[in-house]
């Protein structure tokens, strides 16, 4: 609780995102679990039962920009890494009245002044080569030791987490 940058529940608080529904693929309920990434903060991943990714953002109490650290902790899960673009991570800093008031109050008795900084990892789809579609997907299978985040057809039948396909052959 007393680490740098760990979110104290007040502020944790403030993260919750309404349910929402996936977008353009299967209208299923989004739900959410976090990532242990050895960071302080909080890592929230937000994807539908079929494991496409709407978003994933980390979120830390802090002065410093984390954009660097989020980056480097999703190339570990992220195959092919280059997956990762600087492009697609954006950071946001609230430290105002959008907190809502006990946040705001919590803010301005704890000093050094510091915001909430969050860092959004947003991967669109995109075309492949051959013309079809690929999504940001996560495989949570036990044989993992964390989520492993990959692009593939979200359409394909065949689940194409590159990790565990390669263990079963
Ligand atoms: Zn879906
Ligand atoms: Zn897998």
């Known amino acids: 609780m007393s680490r740098v940058g760990s979110l104290p529940p007040v502020l944790r608080a ?3 995102s309404p349910g929402g529904k ?5 209208d299923r309920p989004i739900r959410e679990f976090h990532l242990a990434s050895g960071l302080p903060g909080v890592w929230t991943v937000r994807a539908c039962p079929g ?16 954009t660097r650290d989020v980056r480097r902790a999703l190339e570990r899960c992220t195959f092919p890494k280059r997956l990762v673009r600087s492009w697609d991570l954006r950071l946001a800093t609230r430290e105002g009245p959008e907190l809502g008031r006990a ?3 919590f803010l301005a008795t704890h000093p050094p002044r510091r915001g909430v900084r969050v860092v959004y990892w947003r991967v669109y789809p995109f075309k492949a080569k051959d013309g079809t579609e690929r ?3 996560v495989c949570r299978r036990r ?13 394909a039948r065949r689940w194409g987490c ?8």
């Open 51 to 66: 494991g496409v990714v709407s978003v994933t953002y980390y979120a830390e109490w802090t002065g410093r920009d984390p």
């Open 143 to 155: 044989a993992h030791a964390h989520p492993v985040f990959f692009a593939a057809d979200p359409a």
């Open 22 to 26: 996936c977008y353009r693929h299967c």
């Open 135 to 137: 999504r940001l997907l």
């Open 162 to 169: 590159p990790v565990c396909a390669r263990r079963s052959r």
């Open 14 to 16: 403030t993260l919750r």
């Open 103 to 105: 946040a705001e109050r």
